[in-house]
């Protein structure tokens, strides 16, 4: 009497088992069937391309150096400049991220306030680097190109690799004088997060420099010298893909 009892049971058990999983695959294949193929993209798909945060110096009412002889602020020759590395980094598919892309500070509260923001900006982004672009003033007689990163800074050594990518690209594309790379731990550098540098394109205060920094084929030049040194450090790092470096087109 049991056997029956358990052959009944078994029988039963395997219609249901089988019963179940052709009601999962009904399941599954309608749901299958009503997914919409291309309209909605894959969520929340992580941009892998490698990134970077431009900072052009200064902003609204911190006008950084007033050029001696045209009077032309920092601050305007600073966002020419980043805007031509801005838009040829984009060029070799590399994401950018702008402190800012008009004439403002990033925080108008306080100048302090304003270069902790532009710090951290990276941070909160990921980026992979940051690079602040300003010019220079000391006095009549000094000329040429620098560039700063920090002791303090996270990551200092790779910090000084990136210093060193740009200054080369600078001085080549430039024909500036080389006066080199520096430690020295300014706010947008030490609290930074990532690999960081402070490029002093040239001498606002020297009458030829300034004249040159002021004219838009100058600033294509510079821009596009320190997105080189950027892509000279990217592909020493790994971090270039080898179809972020074919695909130029994808902005
Ligand atoms: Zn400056």
């Given at each position: 009497m049991k056997s029956i009892f358990r052959t009944a049971f078994i029988f039963m058990l395997t219609i249901l088992m089988v019963a179940c999983s052709h009601t999962d695959h009904q399941a599954e294949q309608t749901m299958t069937d009503h997914r919409?193929?291309?309209?909605v993209p894959p969520?929340?798909?992580?941009?892998t391309r490698p990134a970077v945060v431009i900072d052009p110096g200064h902003g609204g009412e911190e006008t950084g150096a007033i050029g001696w002889h045209t009077g032309v602020p920092e601050k305007q020759i600073t966002l020419a400049i980043a805007g031509y590395c801005r838009d040829y980094l984009r060029q070799q598919n590399i994401r950018v991220i702008m402190t800012r892309s008009s004439d403002r500070m990033m925080n108008a509260e306080s100048k302090d306030h304003d270069l902790h923001d532009r710090a951290q900006l990276a941070d909160k982004v990921e980026a992979d680097l940051f690079v602040s672009i300003h010019a220079d003033q000391y006095d009549e007689t000094v000329h040429g190109s620098k560039v700063f990163y920090s002791?303090?800074?996270?990551?200092t050594d790779q910090s000084q690799e990136l210093a060193g990518y740009v200054f080369d690209e600078l001085i080549g594309e430039l024909g500036s004088r080389p006066l080199g790379v520096f430690m020295e731990d300014f706010i947008v550098l030490r609290e930074n997060s990532v690999p960081a540098i402070l490029v002093e394109?040239?001498?606002?205060?020297?009458r030829e420099e300034e004249q040159k920094l002021i004219t838009p084929s100058y600033q294509k030049k510079a821009g596009m010298a320190i997105a080189k040194g950027i892509m000279a450090y990217l592909k020493h790092e790994g971090l270039l893909k080898p179809e972020s470096e074919k695909s130029k087109d994808v902005h």
């Open positions: 919409p193929e291309q309209d969520p929340s798909v992580k941009d002791e303090i800074n996270p990551y394109t040239g001498f606002v205060s020297h």
